[in-house]
């Protein structure tokens, strides 16, 4: 079972940027969709950004402009997050649907 690691959060003030990595225990990515998701205590998890094998990528409406999802290879996926708002506080997931996987999380907090 393919493992998921994502790295790359932390504490930035309003207005800033942070890049999230996802990494994948084997080559994944170039075969199969993934997207990235975040939640916050008593929330449900969200989707915040889609990217398919083919490259096409779908995000969130509260996101669109400000995050990018990319990828680097079939092993590694970015969330580049910039003007970032005390609203994106939350702890962000990587997953692979169709493999049914997900990350351990990264915690990504902003500061007004």
């Known amino acids: 079972q393919v493992q998921l690691v994502e790295s790359g959060g932390g504490l930035v003030q309003a207005g800033g940027s942070l890049r999230l990595s996802c990494t994948a225990s084997?080559?994944?990515?170039?075969?199969?969709?993934m997207a990235w998701y975040r939640q916050t205590p008593g929330s449900r998890r969200e989707l915040v950004a889609g990217l398919a094998a083919t490259g096409a990528t779908n995000y969130e409406d509260s996101v669109k402009g400000r995050f990018s999802v990319s990828k680097e290879n079939g092993y590694t996926v970015y969330l580049e997050m910039n003007s970032l708002k005390p609203a994106d506080t939350a702890v962000y997931y990587c997953s692979v649907p169709t493999l049914r996987v997900w990350g351990q999380g990264t915690q990504v907090t902003v500061s007004s």
């Open positions: 084997r080559s994944t990515f170039n075969l199969n969709d």
